[in-house]
T-cell receptor, first 113, second 114 residues
Framework: EPEVTQTPSHQVTQMGQEVILRCVPI?????FYWYRQILGQKVEFLVS????????KSEIFDDQFSVERPDGSNFTLKIRSTKLEDSAMYFC???????????FGPGTRLTVT | AQKVTQAQTEISVVEKEDVTLDCVYE???????LFWYKQPPSGELVFLIR??????QNEISGRYSWNFQKSTSSFNFTITASQVVDSAVYFC???????????FGTGTSLTVIP
């Protein structure tokens, strides 16, 4: 499976600041996802994205969050006004043809101080 | 409702022992997909296997094997002759036939002691 990049690998930000996390997928990927994992806890679904639209989102994905694929390549997750509890690893994931298996990017560690 | 339960929070075994990680799932969908992922200390999530609900054949890949039992809604994972490199957190996940959301269990932390 081709490698997908996520940038930055680690972001430190102050509470109330906006952050944008980026994922660069491969062209044959079908669905895109964002997940978060608070340290030591389980992986939590945030949102899925298909055909340049949100197809499903969780209760965690409130108005503070947004996703875009602005230029047809990068897939971004924006948190408008970060809170301390947003500190977590954020993973982008994708499902592609023909296997329909889900693979994860290396993750971005977000630390909100 | 979709749910995955991994009742074992932490397991420690001595190298070369066999170990089984349990996964029990709940879903009302007739078609669904089950997954296992490995998360080593470095933090990435590594895909191990996907199983479709209509395929109950067990699978073996090297030292790894998976036992899918629809009758008990379980999808257990066995590592044979464990090695120190197997030390990681292992997550079981479920995707229903409708919707795109993946549901993860809380993970089992496996420590293999040399």
């Amino acid at each position: 499976e081709p490698e997908v990049t996520q940038t930055p690998s680690h972001q430190v930000t102050q509470m109330g600041q906006e952050v944008i996390l980026r994922c660069v997928p491969i062209s044959n990927h079908l669905y895109f996802y964002w997940y978060r994992q608070i340290l030591g806890q389980k992986v939590e679904f945030l949102v899925s994205f298909y055909n340049n639209e949100i197809s499903e989102k969780s209760e965690i994905f409130d108005d503070q969050f947004s996703v875009e694929r602005p230029d047809g390549s990068n897939f971004t997750l924006k948190i408008r006004s970060t809170k301390l509890e947003d500190s977590a690893m954020y993973f982008c994931a994708w499902v592609g043809r023909p296997s329909y298996e889900q693979y994860f990017g290396p993750g971005t560690r977000l630390t909100v101080t | 409702a979709q749910k995955v339960t991994q009742a074992q929070t932490e397991i420690s075994v001595v190298e070369k022992e066999d170990v089984t990680l349990d996964c029990v799932y709940e879903t009302r969908d007739t078609t669904y997909y089950l997954f296992w992922y490995k998360q080593p200390p470095s933090g990435e999530l590594v895909f191990l296997i996907r199983r479709n609900s209509f395929d109950e054949q067990n699978e073996i890949s090297g030292r790894y094997s998976w036992n899918f039992q629809k009758s008990t809604s379980s999808f257990n994972f066995t590592i044979t002759a464990s090695q120190v490199v197997d030390s990681a957190v292992y997550f079981c996940a479920l995707k229903g036939g409708t919707g795109n959301q993946f549901y993860f269990g809380t993970g089992t932390s496996l420590t293999v002691i040399p």
